[in-house]
């Protein structure tokens, strides 16, 4: 393995790349609701993305393959115990209503991976991609908002609910490489529907978050347009799913999606 493999296997090990995914989403919030980007609050998201993320995977509690796939734990180890001093000094500067709001997000992520009565949320029978397509809604569209003092009201709530389906769906394409390591009684998706009807899910989740942006209070046409194109990259990459797909198609190529749906919409906004 060369240098570039070894660095690219930490890149992605280490959940900076799904965490630049988290950030990419809140920024997406931030030009959504025109409100000027705030570096305190997506420090704190991105190094709590990297933070919360390590933490589920490699605490040695979630019993997930991710461990026998990573020779570089303990310098994993030490980077989340920087990214979570990071987090921390990001957090004190942000407002006490976010805390709150972070705080039980945070706590939906410990339960996640830490069992309580013996069962953690990860293994209650078809919660999994629920209770991850919850804290990321929650982190990328209430969190900044919250922040930035805006009153959640039913637009917010509409936004909140596409974010949710959109992490829905994009997070099929793990259930489905995953269901080969998955424990049956963890009631996912694919193991509930099946391959094909698992894929077809996505493709009506993709549908009805096309068609809540068509209808949309504050229309877009940028928004509408990037929100079309992420729509279709994400049923592409759902389609070619597999259970025997290449290492790094879930963890990078899907993952990608929300940061290639940030930087579509930002061309979009600045150069057409």
């Known amino acids: 393995?060369?240098?570039?493999?070894?660095?690219?296997?930490?890149?992605?090990?280490?959940?900076?790349?799904?965490?630049?995914?988290?950030?990419?989403?809140?920024?997406?919030?931030?030009?959504?609701?025109?409100?000027?980007?705030?570096?305190?609050?997506?420090?704190?998201?991105?190094?709590?993305?990297?933070?919360?993320y390590n933490f589920v995977k490699y605490?040695?509690?979630a019993q997930l393959h991710h461990l026998s796939l990573t020779p570089n734990l303990r310098l994993i180890?030490?980077?989340?115990?920087f990214c979570f001093i990071a987090m921390c000094d990001f957090a004190w500067h942000l407002a006490w209503r976010t805390w709150v709001a972070g705080g039980i997000l945070g706590l939906l992520t410990a339960l996640y991976a830490v069992p309580v009565s013996g069962k953690n949320l990860r293994n209650l029978s078809g919660m999994k991609i629920f209770i991850i397509a919850i804290v990321w809604a929650?982190?990328?569209?209430?969190?900044?908002?919250?922040?930035?003092?805006?009153?959640?009201d039913m637009e917010i709530l509409v936004d909140f609910v596409q974010r949710f389906m959109l992490v829905l769906?994009?997070?099929l394409p793990?259930?489905?490489?995953d269901?080969?390591?998955?424990?049956?009684?963890?009631?996912?998706?694919?193991?509930?529907?099946?391959?094909?009807?698992?894929?077809?899910f996505g493709t009506i989740l993709f549908l009805l978050i096309f068609l809540i942006e068509l209808f949309q209070k504050d229309f877009s046409s940028d928004y509408f347009i990037a929100t079309s194109f992420v729509c279709l990259l994400g049923a592409f990459f759902l389609w070619n799913?597999?259970?025997?797909?290449?290492?790094?198609?879930?963890?990078?190529?899907?993952?990608?999606?929300?940061?290639?749906?940030?930087?579509?919409?930002?061309?979009?906004?600045?150069?057409?």
């Open 138 to 152: 929650g982190s990328t569209v209430i969190l900044p908002l919250i922040e930035a003092d805006k009153l959640l």
């Open 241 to 272: 799913s597999r259970l025997d797909q290449h290492k790094y198609y879930a963890s990078f190529w899907v993952e990608a999606a929300p940061i290639a749906y940030l930087g579509f919409y930002w061309f979009l906004r600045n150069f057409l």
């Open 59 to 61: 605490s040695g509690i």
């Open 169 to 171: 769906a994009l997070t």
């Open 1 to 52: 393995m060369n240098w570039f493999q070894k660095v690219f296997n930490l890149y992605i090990s280490s959940s900076i790349h799904v965490s630049l995914a988290i950030l990419s989403f809140s920024i997406l919030t931030y030009f959504e609701h025109g409100l000027s980007l705030d570096r305190n609050f997506l420090l704190f998201v991105f190094f709590a993305g990297i933070t919360g």
């Open 179 to 200: 269901l080969k390591f998955d424990d049956e009684e963890l009631g996912t998706i694919p193991q509930q529907l099946g391959l094909w009807e698992t894929k077809i």
């Open 174 to 177: 793990f259930e489905i490489r």
């Open 77 to 81: 180890q030490i980077f989340s115990f």
